[in-house]
């Protein structure tokens, strides 16, 4: 297992920046994949952006704005949301896949004002 913390939500207005953190229990070298996905209320779980064997993927609608990275001697996975909207509003989780096996954190609130 992998131990998740993220950090780094809160409330912003449109047009504003926030980079959430997630620090992982284990060295990233070992984790196959690790990435961000938000939950909207009413809506499902989506992928926002991952980082597998250094290439990156990100949904549509953050490409341009949002850009993940690895500090691999801190073990940690950031996110830096630019430009971000109202629409951008939801739990933000980080996951790791380990073993096979998926891995979550407890959520961080990004809360996007227009």
């Known amino acids: 297992q992998v131990q998740l913390v993220e950090s780094g939500g809160g409330l912003v207005q449109a047009g504003g920046s926030l980079r959430l953190s997630c620090a992982a229990s284990?060295?990233?070298?070992?984790?196959?994949?690790m990435g961000w996905y938000r939950q909207a209320p009413g809506k499902q779980r989506e992928l926002v952006a991952e980082?597998?064997?250094?290439?990156?993927n990100y949904a549509d609608s953050v490409k341009g704005r949002f850009t993940i990275s690895t500090d691999n001697a801190k073990n940690t996975v950031h996110l830096q949301m630019n430009s971000l909207e109202p629409e951008d509003t939801a739990v933000y989780y980080c996951?790791?896949?380990?073993?096979?096996?998926?891995?979550w954190g407890q959520g961080t609130q990004v809360t996007v004002s227009s």
């Open positions: 980082i597998r064997s250094g290439t990156t």
């Open positions: 284990r060295s990233i070298f070992s984790i196959m994949s």
């Open positions: 996951n790791a896949i380990y073993l096979e096996r998926n891995c």
